[in-house]
């Protein structure tokens, strides 16, 4: 079982930046791709960021890109949102994502959430 508690949101200006954190609970943290989502209310969720085992590879949203930076430090089992130049239709509920092969079954684990509210 594997969970995940992101941390970091809160309400910014427009133009502003936030951190956000996602701490994983188990010791193989570090062999497994992490993402970010987000859900805006009344919206589906969608893809924002991902990044590979070693933090070799990233991968970003078109709507991001160029003002959003993923990373993680597998000594402490954590991935890093780190987001610049906010607008406010980046306003969400923002969510970490793994997924493991259980019995050969891909499992999805997401953290609770955090939110991140941009004003403008």
């Known amino acids: 079982q594997v969970q995940l508690v992101e941390s970091g949101g809160g309400l910014v200006q427009a133009g502003g930046s936030l951190r956000l954190s996602c701490a994983a609970s188990?010791?193989?943290?570090?062999?497994?791709?992490m993402r970010w989502f987000r859900q805006a209310p009344g919206k589906e969720r969608e893809f924002v960021a991902a990044?590979?085992?070693?933090?070799?590879?990233?991968y970003y949203a078109n709507s991001v890109k160029g003002r959003f930076t993923i990373s993680r430090d597998n000594a402490k089992n954590t991935v890093y949102l780190q987001m610049n130049s906010l607008k406010p239709e980046d306003t969400a509920a923002y969510y970490c994502?793994?997924?493991?092969?259980?019995?050969?079954?891909?499992?999805?684990?997401w953290g609770q959430g955090t939110q991140v509210t941009v004003s403008s």
């Open positions: 188990e010791h193989t943290f570090s062999s497994y791709t």
């Open positions: 994502h793994t997924d493991r092969v259980v019995a050969g079954t891909e499992v999805d684990y």
């Open positions: 990044i590979s085992w070693s933090g070799a590879s990233t």
